[in-house]
């Protein structure tokens, strides 16, 4: 698996630096094992890129500070060092930051006792019927304390429904009539567009007013449109003021020709 680097940015309350850490030098974080098909590759990324490139980030603390996060794809989660790890299309977690030395052992994964948490969503998308998305992994992501999962099944191979949610009530999940996180700030909802120059049914994330989280390349474009409109609209005033001028002007040549100061009182 690709694996990205992940790691706190500060330890959890209580936590202490003296506490031995678990022996990982014959852990496998990644397997290298490649993406299993185009479409989900690119769905991966539209669940992750937007986030940096355009969220503002999850709601501020208590103090109104910003908070960090982490989206990433394709990244294992490991809840003990004894367990076999999940890895998910795309998860979310908040208040957590990317280590700076990426590619020490203990930062090229997701690690529970190193983040101090678990992530808050982690979605999966369904490509064949060996998954087990709505089988096995749901008791697993439950057992891993995972807050909302999410399982993207846009050709039906698991059943006719495409968008399966849960959000964790105890040691299990129950099903999302609304597919929002509050603590996020974010929910998930079908998208019928082109990205990437691939017109398909995608999964996108969206504010609580039900707009999408644009990617990079829709802000930049967007920020053109509004650019050019801007400069359309102040191309047309300048047009207005000289057409004005032109009938003042062609208006003050009347009065002058019946012999009417245009600039006189009478």
């Not at 998860?91 to 700076?100: E, K, M, R, Y």
């Not at 999408?212 to 509004?226: H, M, S």
């Amino acid at each position: 698996m690709v694996c990205v680097t992940v790691h706190a940015q500060t330890p959890s309350a209580g936590s202490s630096n003296d506490i031995e850490e678990p022996d990982i030098s014959g852990l496998v974080t990644e397997d290298d094992t490649p993406v299993d098909n185009f479409a989900s590759e690119k769905q991966q990324r539209l669940l992750t890129e937007p986030l940096y490139s355009t969220w503002s980030g999850p709601p501020p603390d208590q103090e109104g500070r910003p908070r960090r996060f982490i989206a990433a794809a394709n990244v294992g989660l490991f809840a003990t060092p004894k367990e076999t790890p999940l890895v998910p299309d795309a998860f979310l977690s908040l208040d957590v930051a990317l280590a700076l030395d990426i590619w020490e052992k203990k930062n090229r994964t997701y690690l529970f006792w190193v983040m101090g948490k678990p992530p808050e969503v982690v979605i999966e998308v369904v490509s064949n019927r060996e998954g087990n998305e709505l089988g096995s992994k749901v008791q697993r992501y439950a057992q891993m304390r995972i807050a909302y999962y999410v399982v993207w099944d846009p050709d039906e191979l698991l059943g006719t429904t495409k968008l399966h949610a849960f959000e964790l009530r105890g040691d299990g999940y129950v099903p999302m009539t609304t597919v929002f996180f509050p603590s996020v700030g974010l929910g998930l909802a079908p998208w019928t567009g082109t990205y990437e120059d691939f017109p398909n049914l995608w999964l996108r994330w969206c504010t609580p007013d039900g707009q999408v989280v644009l990617t990079g390349a829709e802000r930049a474009e967007a920020a053109a449109k509004r650019a050019e409109a801007e400069a359309r609209r102040a191309e047309a005033e300048i047009k207005r003021a000289e057409a004005a001028q032109a009938r003042a002007e062609r208006l003050a040549a009347k009065l002058r020709a019946l012999g009417i100061d245009p600039n006189g009182d009478g």
